[in-house]
């Protein structure tokens, strides 16, 4: 690492990763509301799914993916939480 701490020579800016719109919109967040009318064994099933993309995306990211990919990490992680709520509140009642 140089001495910034990043990897980029000094005096060199390192290339932000912005995702494109077209990149964003691809990312279907999950809502809370469609969430409820699934039933805890759906629920679970989503979950497993999420968790499995989540690993392809920690994948890419590790092997210089995508900005796209980056992005895309905190809206997978964002969604399991969800699910993981509606699935305790489910639980709970």
Known sequence: LSQNGYGVPPGKHAARAIPSPSAAAAMVRVKAFE?????????????????????????????GGAASKLAKIKVVRKSIARILTVYNQKQKA
């Open 35 to 63: 969430l409820r009318s699934k039933t805890s064994k759906e629920l679970l099933k989503e979950l497993d799914d999420m968790k499995g993309e989540l690993a392809q995306l920690r994948v890419a990211k590790v092997s």
